[in-house]
């Protein structure tokens, strides 16, 4: 148990730079407590005292804003940032080096019974506001993007953003074993409006092209009027004369 806590400490130094201090850990981290008294509350779940631990896990819920459901199976070295709000199903399975963020919900959909929640694989980081939602698989190292919700599995090494989460692969590169930062993401909706606004430079470009073309032929046309005109004079002319020359 000793053991656990240097870890956890540790581990939040490591990924919290605000963390100047182990006392300054062991007294500001509502989301590190959390992690403490759902251990406790889990090992009451699995050996039988249900109805206590669950209304333990509410308790700890007052005091730290944290829900853990006892049922959850929490791995090795797992962070809760701030915490406020995180709300973890029953059937949750987080493992290793994961790392979740304020408002964070691993949720169920619907009635179902069994396994309803979702699964964390090793260093996933779910950003602020995230909703996953299901029994659906977040693969190792990927990120979920501040306020998605995601519904379907996502593949190792993916990031995660919109309603509903999309996948998005960044520049086909790896993601690095334990990335926090979730705020620098791929938006593909910006992306789109990004693809439209090329595409009109393009249309504008080349309307402006064909305006100046067809400017280029108006200022061309009056040089080719007056031999219309003069001919036109002449013509005139000659025919006045004829008739002259009729009524002579």
Not at 76 to 94: A, L, N, P, W, Y
């Amino acid at each position: 148990m000793f053991a656990h806590v240097v870890e956890d400490i540790r581990t939040v130094k490591e990924r919290d730079p605000a963390a100047i201090s182990t006392l300054s850990v062991l007294l500001n981290y509502p989301g590190l407590h959390a992690i403490w008294w759902h251990r406790a509350d889990h090992w009451l779940w699995t050996h039988g005292h249900k109805g206590f631990s669950r209304w333990l896990s509410q308790q700890v819920r007052f005091f730290t804003g944290v829900e853990i459901h006892p049922g959850a199976t929490v791995g090795e070295r797992f962070f809760i940032d701030h915490g406020m709000g995180v709300v973890i199903g029953e059937t949750s399975v987080i493992k290793d080096d994961v790392t979740i963020y304020q408002g964070v919900t691993l949720g169920g959909t619907g009635k179902e019974r069994g396994k309803r929640h979702p699964t964390l694989d090793d260093c996933v980081v779910v950003g602020v506001g995230a909703a996953v939602l299901g029994d659906i698989t977040i693969g190792r190292g990927s990120r979920v993007g501040g306020g998605a919700v995601v519904v379907r599995d996502v593949p190792p090494n993916c990031t995660v953003v919109g309603i509903p989460g999309r996948v998005v692969v960044r520049e086909g590169e790896r993601v690095e074993a334990i990335d926090l930062h979730h705020e620098d993401l791929p938006d593909p909706v910006i992306e789109m409006f990004h693809c439209i606004q090329r595409r009109m430079d393009r249309l504008d470009a080349r309307l402006a092209q064909d305006e100046a073309w067809a400017t280029e032929r108006e200022e061309a046309t009056p040089f080719a009027a007056p031999e219309d005109s003069e001919s036109s004079t002449d013509q005139s002319s000659d025919d006045g004369a004829s008739a002259s020359c009729d009524i002579g």
